[in-house]
């Protein structure tokens, strides 16, 4: 099973948090001003399950405001394992450690890009805790390679138990970061990305930092119908607070997305919106810890 080593990996700096940021550059959207800003508190940590979440999801936010911290969670690889899943067809890398070194080395730029910097932890992609190889699938016709994934992600998900793999290990790193605010994923489509929402979610219970969540992109924009069933799960268990879209300032996202080069051709196949989704405003929500304080296990 996936290994919760809370060991940091810093990619560039240690992990004092010393970035200060000048009052918010964004504007609201037209039409939604009256919507709250999103202003999180210094300093704060983006949480992203895998090597471009945070980039793709927030680097409109990321780009108005420098020195911001982002923890990748799922940035480790089994070692001695050589594999044939998503990311060594992406990398072209069949030895995990080296898929995964390759991906970091496209954080660092995409992050450079947008004026961040990231700290990773060895959490394990949840393609790692498949045992099955798949080597085919590079063979099959788009129909079947759609249904392939269909599949294991449904096998994924039974696979990987709610958070309880990565709860430890991120635990210990917002510990050792000392945030006042973390950013984490709403949780959509990918059970990584359910898992590291749900324990952000399950730690802000008995945390001193503010929760807020991001719309995962592109997973938002290629299944709305589950971005509307995430958030109905999500207001059963805590009060969520929309706040007003971030828009771009620039293209320094869209250019810090294509810094993911062993990432960007792949997504584009299966969602074809992705550089829509990429140019469209960021959409962020505060969390209200209820009286159950995100105790629930999905
Ligand atoms: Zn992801």
């Known amino acids: 099973m996936g290994r919760t080593s809370p060991t940091l990996n810093d990619g560039r700096t240690a992990l004092a948090l010393t970035a200060t940021h000048g009052p918010s550059q964004h504007r609201a959207m037209s039409g939604t001003t009256h919507l709250p800003v999103f202003e999180p508190a ?48 992406t990398t072209g890398q069949r030895y995990a450690p080296d898929a995964l070194q390759a991906r970091r080395a496209e954080d660092v730029q995409a992050l ?29 016709a788009a129909r079947a390679a759609r249904a392939l994934v269909a599949r294991r992600l449904a096998w994924m998900r039974a696979r990987r138990p709610e958070g309880q793999q990565v709860t430890p290990a991120l635990h210990d790193a917002l510990a050792a970061l000392r945030p006042n605010s973390v950013v984490a994923p709403l949780g959509l489509h990918h059970p990584d990305h359910a898992a590291v929402s749900n324990a952000c979610l399950r730690l802000a219970a008995q945390a001193p930092w503010r929760c807020y969540l991001y719309e995962d992109v592109p997973y938002a924009h290629a299944f709305p119908g589950e971005r509307r069933r995430r958030l109905r799960q999500l207001e059963r268990r805590v009060m969520l607070r929309a706040l007003a879209p971030v828009p771009a300032v620039d293209d320094r996202k869209q250019r810090a997305a294509r ?39 999905s």
């Open 259 to 297: 810094c993911y080069d062993s990432q960007l051709e792949h997504l584009r196949t299966g969602l074809p919106r992705l550089d829509e989704a990429l140019a469209e405003p960021e959409r962020y929500w505060t969390v209200e810890l209820g009286t159950d304080r995100g105790r629930g296990s």
């Open 42 to 89: 210094d300093p704060v940590c983006f949480v992203s399950p895998h090597l471009d979440d945070v980039v793709m999801s927030c680097g409109h936010y990321l780009t108005a405001h420098p020195g911001m911290t982002v923890l990748t969670v799922l940035a480790g690889a089994p070692a001695r394992r050589v594999h044939a899943g998503w990311n060594a067809k």
């Open 112 to 140: 450079n890009t947008v004026g961040a910097r990231p700290v990773w932890l060895d959490g394990l992609d949840a393609e790692y805790l498949v045992i099955r190889r798949d080597a085919t699938a590079t063979n099959l």
